[in-house]
């Protein structure tokens, strides 16, 4: 079993920062998945040690500033969803990666419902129903990196 | 760090650092002191420059495969395609310079009747051409990202348009690229005036795709389906007579003193690729109109009295 090193993290959330800045566009806009904040939950899963708190607030100041809306929206959001992830990390270690999956899936429906509470704070008006497609396709996008053809070792799990 | 080469499998028992919940207690309070900092003392500006000049390289590398798509295809356009759009080109620009001669001719007379009146003259507002970088990635705000920024001396507020019409309004300018808010953007607000019968009004942004409304207009007002909303130039922002959108739908309603108008924007920002930044014009101060000034200041009254009643042209 190949030994995760810092690395590995840091490269891993720089390619889906980079998938994030593609310039999607329309309906693919409405679609993208949250690249960024899967790759977040992913090493806070795998490797708590590594990928803590702080880290999942500093990639979401990153989106903050990638979006060009207020500091600190994203930031909070992510921040709460990496608690989430980190304190039942070892519990997940019963599931299997159906159920891991469905973890995953309320954690990023989490992170966006955080974003819209934030944002409707601020002023900003309700986008639509059609906000949480992120989290859909996100979780279509784990299902694919995790499951066999693709393979990428999924954290801790029951077999 | 010597932590990272620890076995995966081997659960640590001693926690490392502060507990995850301190954590989230800590990182919490500094996203709301950042949120309240950024949303109402504007003190993060140049933070967020800084970290900006830093994520420029990356959309660069970002935007890069699809600019080489682009290119590509350009290159392999085929033969006839070329041609096509050529002969489409040379006949508009036909058209155009009929219409430019004309123009010429009114923008002299137009000149020299302002002279006689008095009035002030239209300043002409160069522009610069720019590229799209990407939409907004925020689903709360119709937004874009244009490549020129500070270092090509854009500033904020200046008006973005195409070759149909407005389509925002700079708000944000870091290093090397900028923002623009769309016109559909509910904070984004311009100054209208109806073509047909020169109503002035303010258009705000619905928030939504394609969409504006002219609120606070009373029941019966005199506009119809179909009108032509045009700059009008009284903000001193966006030159005169620019089109910004259409008027689609208008619902009069008996227990609202206001009626309903939802208009659609005539540029399309989906579109193109390039836009025009227009560059704000030095507006001198007005003088004469105010009242009880000294008599040297308000030299010539009857002047500046014109140039205002002149449906704001003059500015």
């Given at each position: 079993m190949p030994v995760i090193s810092l690395r590995h993290v840091y490269g891993s959330m720089l390619l889906a920062l980079l998938l994030q800045l593609l310039p999607w566009d329309g309906l693919a806009l409405q679609w993208r998945p949250d690249f960024l904040l899967l790759a977040v939950v992913y090493w806070m899963l795998r490797a708590p040690h590594l990928c803590h708190v702080g880290t999942a607030w500093f990639t979401g100041l990153i989106m903050d500033l990638a979006t060009g809306g207020v500091f600190g929206q994203y930031a909070l959001a992510y921040a709460l969803t990496g608690f989430f992830a980190v304190s039942y990390q070892r519990r997940l270690a019963l599931f299997n990666i159906w159920q891991q999956a469905a973890y995953v899936l309320f954690l990023l429906l989490l992170t966006q419902t955080t974003v819209i509470v934030l944002k409707l704070f601020a002023g900003d008006d309700f986008p639509g129903w059609h906000f949480y497609l992120h989290s859909v396709s996100s979780i279509l996008v784990w299902l694919a990196v995790i499951l066999p053809p693709f393979g990428v070792e999924a954290p801790p799990h029951k077999n | 760090m010597p932590r990272a080469l620890e076995p995966q499998q081997t659960p640590s028992f001693f926690i490392h650092g502060p507990s995850?919940?301190?954590?989230?207690?800590?990182?919490?309070?500094?996203?709301?002191?950042?949120?309240?900092?950024?949303?109402?003392?504007?003190?993060?500006?140049?933070?967020?420059?800084?970290?900006?000049?830093?994520?420029?390289?990356?959309?660069?590398?970002?935007?890069?495969?699809?600019?080489?798509?682009?290119?590509?295809?350009?290159?392999?356009?085929?033969?006839?395609?070329?041609?096509?759009?050529?002969?489409?080109?040379?006949?508009?620009?036909?058209?155009?310079?009929?219409?430019?001669?004309?123009?010429?001719?009114?923008?002299?007379?137009?000149?020299?009747?302002?002279?006689?009146?008095?009035?002030?003259?239209?300043?002409?507002?160069?522009?610069?051409?720019?590229?799209?970088?990407?939409?907004?990635?925020?689903?709360?705000?119709?937004?874009?990202?244009?490549?020129?920024?500070?270092?090509?001396?854009?500033?904020?507020?200046?008006?973005?348009?195409?070759?149909?019409?407005?389509?925002?309004?700079?708000?944000?300018?870091?290093?090397?690229?900028?923002?623009?808010?769309?016109?559909?953007?509910?904070?984004?607000?311009?100054?209208?005036?109806?073509?047909?019968?020169?109503?002035?009004?303010?258009?705000?942004?619905?928030?939504?795709?394609?969409?504006?409304?002219?609120?606070?207009?009373?029941?019966?007002?005199?506009?119809?389906?179909?009108?032509?909303?045009?700059?009008?130039?009284?903000?001193?922002?966006?030159?005169?007579?620019?089109?910004?959108?259409?008027?689609?739908?208008?619902?009069?309603?008996?227990?609202?003193p206001f009626a309903r108008i939802t208009c659609r924007p005539i540029a399309g920002v989906k579109n193109h690729r390039q836009v025009l930044l227009i560059n704000i014009p030095e507006i001198e101060p007005a003088s004469g109109n105010i009242i009880g000034r000294q008599p040297d200041t308000a030299s010539n009254p009857s002047a500046s009295v014109q140039a205002a009643s002149a449906t704001g042209v003059s500015r």
């Open positions: - | 995850p919940f301190a954590r989230l207690v800590f990182f919490s309070a500094l996203s709301l002191a950042l949120i309240v900092t950024d949303s109402r003392l504007q003190y993060l500006h140049d933070f967020r420059q800084g970290f900006m000049a830093l994520l420029h390289p990356l959309q660069m590398i970002a935007n890069a495969p699809f600019d080489l798509y682009r290119a590509g295809a350009e290159y392999l356009t085929a033969h006839n395609t070329l041609v096509e759009t050529n002969r489409e080109l040379v006949k508009q620009a036909l058209q155009n310079g009929v219409r430019l001669q004309r123009l010429n001719e009114l923008e002299a007379e137009n000149e020299h009747l302002r002279s006689l009146l008095g009035a002030s003259q239209v300043i002409v507002q160069p522009a610069r051409l720019a590229e799209i970088l990407h939409m907004g990635r925020d689903p709360f705000s119709q937004k874009m990202v244009v490549n020129l920024g500070e270092r090509h001396n854009i500033r904020p507020g200046q008006a973005v348009v195409d070759g149909d019409g407005v389509i925002g309004q700079v708000t944000r300018v870091y290093p090397l690229s900028s923002e623009v808010t769309l016109i559909t953007d509910k904070e984004l607000s311009i100054p209208i005036q109806v073509e047909r019968n020169g109503l002035r009004a303010i258009a705000f942004g619905a928030g939504m795709d394609n969409m504006l409304d002219l609120p606070y207009l009373p029941v019966n007002v005199d506009i119809q389906i179909g009108d032509r909303l045009i700059t009008s130039g009284i903000d001193g922002i966006y030159p005169v007579g620019l089109a910004v959108a259409e008027v689609t739908d208008i619902e009069r309603n008996p227990d609202s």
